[in-house]
Every structure is written in structure tokens, then in C-alpha cells.
């Protein structure tokens, strides 16, 4: 689970990167292009704030897996001893 959510987070990432470069380049800017500048620049700063909550919902993902699986290990560890 916790790789998928850091693949979503990294395209979530790359979209937020190419608006803000259509934000500051002459694209926003010509006729008939969607949306104005700042329109651009809010896009993409949502879809980075965006792609930072899912990553970190990835990470405490992964950590839990990890204290789920360490917890295990140790069970049947002491269940084997003697």
C-alpha cells in the first residue's frame, strides 16, 4: 500500500511541477490558452500540498507494516522458545 501511495504522491508531484511551469512561461499567457497565470499557480500548489499529504500518508503506512511486522516476529519468537 505504502508503495503505491508514494507512486500516486510522486505524479501528483510531476503535475504540480509542469503548472507552475506553464504558469511562468508565455503558454499561460496566449490567446485561447485554459486559464489565466494565477489559475496555473493554484493548481499547482494544490496538487503539491496534495502529493505531500500522500506522501506522508505513504510513509506512516510503511512504518506501521514495519511495527506490524516486527510486532509478529517477536511473537513468534517468543512462542518458539522454550
Do not use: H
Not at 505524479?11 to 496566449?30: E, F, K, R, W
Amino acid at each position: 500500500m505504502g508503495r503505491n501511495l508514494f507512486i500516486l504522491a510522486a505524479t501528483l508531484g510531476v503535475l504540480a511541477a509542469i503548472s507552475c511551469g506553464v504558469a511562468y512561461t508565455n503558454i499561460a499567457q496566449q490567446p485561447g490558452s485554459p486559464g489565466d497565470v494565477s489559475l496555473w499557480r493554484t493548481t499547482g500548489l494544490a496538487l503539491l500540498v496534495l502529493a505531500l499529504v500522500v506522501a506522508l500518508g505513504g510513509i506512516l503506512s510503511s512504518l506501521f507494516e514495519q511495527a506490524e511486522r516486527r510486532a509478529e516476529e517477536d511473537r513468534l519468537r517468543r512462542r518458539s522458545k522454550p
